[in-house]
């Protein structure tokens, strides 16, 4: 398997921007997580999901970020307007029993 | 609620040297625990894990084995190399019932000096 898969790798936008971070599963897993880390806070959950439905989000900051899962292989995660404070390394993971596995991260930039 | 604390970093050591991270926890239940390393730039990979007290994960020469009885995870290798700098990151997860969240150290950093 590919693992968890995340786009883009790397971005860099301006503040007030639209900013858009996708996540592929691992195939099977039905839990996906995306989890924020910063220098600051070290790695903070933002909100997972179980068979694509949200059940825990009250690690998203504030209503500036939102995020989908419309099917089992695909989530976003969507903040507007982008702030510089919300520049940080997001990784979304996946898991179908205890181990959760993550990918490689998406590194936000906002200037 | 549940916690994780590590010891603090950094941690340098020479090649070959023992290394040891402490990790203790709090936990309401029976948690799974992990080691997690994430090298310069990458994401996090899971190192190993221990699902039950008494249980001995290992991996790549890094040993950490599960005390109850002191709420311990604590990391080792007898013999570090360059290779092994990177972030380590000591989590439990809460386990069925509770959706397996993770709930993570703040991480040490290890640097490994030739």
């Known amino acids: 398997d590919a693992g968890v898969i995340q786009s883009p790798r790397h971005e860099v936008t301006e503040m007030g921007q639209e900013v858009t971070l996708r996540c592929k599963p691992i195939?099977?897993?039905?839990?996906l997580f995306w989890y924020r880390q910063t220098m600051m806070r070290g790695l903070e959950l933002l909100i997972y999901?179980?068979?694509?439905?949200?059940?825990?989000d009250s690690g998203m900051p504030e209503d500036r970020f939102s995020a989908k899962m419309p099917n089992a292989s695909f989530s976003t995660l969507k903040i507007q307007p982008s702030e510089p404070r919300d520049s940080a390394v997001y990784f979304c993971?996946?898991?179908?029993?205890?181990?959760?596995?993550f990918g490689e991260g998406s590194w936000l930039t906002v200037v | 609620g549940n916690s994780v604390t590590q010891m603090e970093g950094p941690v340098t050591l020479s090649e070959e040297a023992f290394l040891t991270i402490n990790c203790t926890y709090t936990?309401?239940?029976?948690?799974?625990l992990f080691w997690y390393v994430q090298y310069p730039g990458e994401g996090l990979q899971l190192l190993l894990k221990?699902?039950?007290?008494?249980d001995k994960g290992s991996n790549k020469g890094f040993e950490a084995t599960y005390r109850k009885e002191t709420t311990s995870f604590h990391l080792e290798k007898g013999s570090v190399q360059v290779s092994d700098s990177a972030v380590y990151f000591c989590?439990?997860?809460?386990?069925?019932?509770?959706?397996?969240?993770?709930?993570f150290g703040k991480g040490t950093l290890l640097t490994v000096n030739p």
């Open positions: 993971a996946s898991s179908s029993d205890t181990t959760i596995y």
């Open positions: 195939s099977g897993h039905d839990y």
């Open positions: 999901f179980n068979n694509n439905v949200p059940i825990d």
């Open positions: 936990a309401t239940g029976y948690p799974s």
């Open positions: 221990a699902t039950k007290a008494d």
């Open positions: 989590a439990l997860s809460e386990g069925p019932g509770s959706n397996y969240k993770l709930t």
